[in-house]
């Protein structure tokens, strides 16, 4: 089971650009399916972005185009660009991982929070 630590959150106005970033302990890093999940204050948890093990990527419809999920498999992280940003995308953000082999989601970070300002 890898642990996993987010970095990178922070307060950002409208149109701005933030990395995040999720460090994973472990040797099998890259047998894991890597996501990225937001939750804002009163919602639930939503899916934003993942990264396969085999690099192939999906996003939510809502970050289309202004977000991009990558990973380093030397340095055991995986990325989350985010551009044009906007006050709804202010949540915290978690990092999670699954093996590829699997449908369930078995490794959570603690959280980064983004805030988006006008």
């Known amino acids: 089971q890898v ?21 994973a302990s472990g040797r099998t890093f890259s047998n894991y399916d890597m996501g990225w999940f937001r939750q804002a204050p009163g919602k639930e948890r939503e899916f934003v972005a993942a990264i396969r093990s085999d690099g192939h990527t999906y996003y939510a419809d809502s970050v289309k185009g202004r977000f991009s999920i990558s990973r380093d498999n030397a340095k055991n992280t995986v990325y989350l660009q985010m551009n044009s940003l906007k006050r709804e995308d202010t949540a915290v953000y978690y990092c999670a991982g699954r093996r590829d082999y699997s449908n369930t989601y078995t490794a959570w970070g603690q959280g980064t929070q983004v805030t988006v300002s006008s």
């Not at 996993?4 to 999720?22: H, T």
């Open 3 to 23: 642990q996993l630590v987010e970095s990178g959150g922070g307060l950002v106005q409208a149109g701005g650009s933030l990395r995040l970033s999720c460090a």
